[in-house]
Structures are given as C-alpha cells and as structure tokens.
C-alpha cells in the first residue's frame, strides 16, 4: 500500500526553513525524497543563495543516497527532514532498522555498490546516527 508524502511546510522562523517528509518506504520514494528536497532548496536559495553552486547539487545528493539506502536496509516508512542552521543545511533521515551503517568495500568488477556511505561522509562537514529500539536516525550537516 502506497501513502503520498505528508508535508510540514511551517517555519520554524522567516529566516531558518525547514521542511519534513514522510514516505512508505517504496522505491519511488527514493524520487520523491529528492524532490522534496529540491523544493526545499528553492524556498531556501529564494531568500539566501548557496554560497557556491556545487552546494545545491551536494544536498541533493546526499539526500538520494540516504533515502535509496533506507529503502534498501530498512524495511517499512522513512521521514526526511531538512532545516537551515547558521552556516548550512541539516538533514536528518529517520528509518526502521536499528543497525548503524557501516563503510563496504567498493568492487567495480562486482557491479559497483558500497561507494554511497563514503560519499555522504566525503561531501557533509558532520556525520551522525543515533540508534532507538524503533530504528535510526542519520544526521548530515552540509554547507550553504
């Protein structure tokens, strides 16, 4: 059974957005995370421009590879939620598995796969997770 995003486009204030999704866990959702995310960034860049254009990109990336990997890892619902701190972007990705992820080997021989984890600790300043006995929640801090 699919659910259609559920959308919390309140301001915390005029000047720190932020933006919260829920998503089924299916693999469109994938999609749909980025587009929540690309919205998000347009609110954003409507009133403080990235400080460089890779910035953009940067989120939206990341944001991808959190969501296809909590559809991969976790089965059930995930809640994207991204807000504006001082000096960038915080995103958090809430999930149904409890276990941490974990850096794997890359094997390009093998089909690829395992670059994602890398990736997100490569692009963000910050990198945390915080395990609870319903699941995980990553928290990723990118510059704006």
């Not at 990109?57 to 991204?82: H, K, R, W």
């Not at 992820?101 to 890359?106: N, T």
Request: hydrophobic content about 35%; proline content about 9%; charged content about 20%.
């Amino acid at each position: 059974m699919s659910t259609e995003p559920q959308r919390d486009d309140t301001l915390t204030s005029k000047e720190i957005p932020s933006r919260s999704s829920r998503f089924s866990g299916e693999l469109r959702n994938v999609t749909g995370a980025r587009l929540e995310a690309e919205k998000f960034l347009l609110a954003l860049a409507s009133t403080s421009p990235p400080a460089a254009p890779e910035y953009w990109d940067d989120i939206l990336l990341v944001v991808t590879e959190l969501a296809a990997n909590a559809v991969q890892y976790a089965p059930g619902p995930f809640e994207l939620s991204m807000r504006r701190t001082f000096d960038g972007v915080h995103v958090v990705m809430r999930d149904t598995n409890t276990t941490p992820p974990a850096p794997r080997p890359f094997h390009p021989s093998q089909g690829g796969g395992g670059i994602g984890w890398h990736l997100i600790h490569t692009l963000c300043d910050q990198v945390s997770v915080l395990t609870n006995d319903s699941g995980k929640e990553i928290h990723v801090f990118l510059p704006w």
